[in-house]
Antibody
Framework: QVRLQESGPGLVKPSETLSLTCSVS????????WNWIRQPPGKGLEWIGY???????TDNPALKSRATISIDTSKAQFSLRLSSVTAADTAVYYC?????????????WGQGTLVTVSS | DIQMTQSPSSLSASVGDRVTIPCRAS??????LNWYQQKPGKAPKLLIS???SLQSGVPSRFNGSGSKTDFTLTISSLQPEDFATYYC?????????FGGGTKVEIK
């Protein structure tokens, strides 16, 4: 049974960079896309992007290239960096796994971590 | 980007009711449609992939249907543990997008 666990600061100042890490246990990183998804308080879900085992990435253009997703297979971790944050980036951030295939669906999720952007 | 619309944003139902939750895509997405259930304070849980494929362990009272732009999640007999918010998500093209959610509340 795979387990995903987000970690990182819960408070980030405006204009700074948000950094989160997702640790994966119980399964190999190969064969999947590793995703970041966020949910502002009381609102819906927004896909941020994913990284493949090979290191290739795809992100959501709505974030205007502020998001960088990377993977460290030796540590079984993948990471998100979101630059130039504002209050609008306040959200619960989830990491999630998506099996490779024609249809990208998120079959396992971390518990989520709340990141607040405030001075 | 493909817009996913879920209306209504909430509905009230009783235990035992048959509930249908619609989802509409702004363009044809074939059958590239997934459904999630989210309870307060928890991560979403994948219920159905590729329009109608039930995930392992998900009760058979959940059923997905539809194609192209119009999709439906049906709960045949609502149980107390089904009160939650349901999201659809398209996987036809990037960026992957979710509907705004439908909250199923107790009548």
């Amino acid at each position: 049974q795979v387990r995903l666990q987000e970690s990182g600061p819960g408070l980030v100042k405006p204009s700074e960079t948000l950094s989160l890490t997702c640790s994966v246990s119980g399964d190999s990183l190969s064969g999947y896309y590793w995703n970041w998804i966020r949910q502002p308080p009381g609102k819906g879900l927004e896909w941020i992007g994913y990284v493949h085992y090979s290191g290739s990435t795809t992100d959501n253009p709505a974030l205007k290239s502020r998001a960088t997703i990377s993977i460290d297979t030796s540590k079984a971790q993948f990471s998100l960096r979101l630059s130039s944050v504002t209050a609008a980036d306040t959200a619960v951030y989830y990491c999630a796994r998506a099996p490779l295939g024609n249809s990208v669906n998120f079959d396992d999720w971390g518990q989520g971590t709340l990141v607040t952007v405030s001075s | 980007d493909i817009q996913m619309t879920q209306s209504p944003s909430s509905l009230s139902a009783s235990v035992g009711d048959r509930v249908t939750i619609p989802c509409r895509a702004s363009q044809s997405i074939g059958n590239f449609l997934n459904w999630y259930q989210q309870k307060p304070g928890k991560a979403p849980k994948l219920l159905i992939s590729a329009t109608s494929s039930l995930q392992s362990g998900v009760p058979s009272r959940f059923n997905g249907s539809g194609s192209k732009t119009d999709f439906t999640l049906t709960i045949s007999s609502l149980q107390p543990e089904d009160f939650a918010t349901y999201y659809c998500q398209q996987s036809y093209s990037n960026p992957l997008t979710f509907g705004g959610g439908t909250k199923v509340e107790i009548k």
